[in-house]
């Protein structure tokens, strides 16, 4: 199951809504929002067998 995932799917892009509402959750921590509310490893393939 997770060569057929790995081989169809590309990373995650977390863009547009995503990021809005990533900042949204911020704010109400009381947090200053980031620009890029997400870590850049969340948007890599890691090899499944690695994984």
Avoid: S
């Avoid at 959750?25 to 890599?44: A, T």
Wanted: glycine share 6%; hydrophobic share 40%; charged share 30%.
């Amino acid at each position: 199951m997770a060569e057929v995932t790995f081989e169809n799917c590309g990373a995650p892009k977390f863009d547009g809504k995503a990021i809005e509402l990533a900042q949204e959750i911020q704010k109400n921590l009381g947090l200053e929002p980031m620009e890029r509310p997400f870590l850049d490893e969340i948007e890599q393939i890691i090899e499944h067998v690695e994984a």
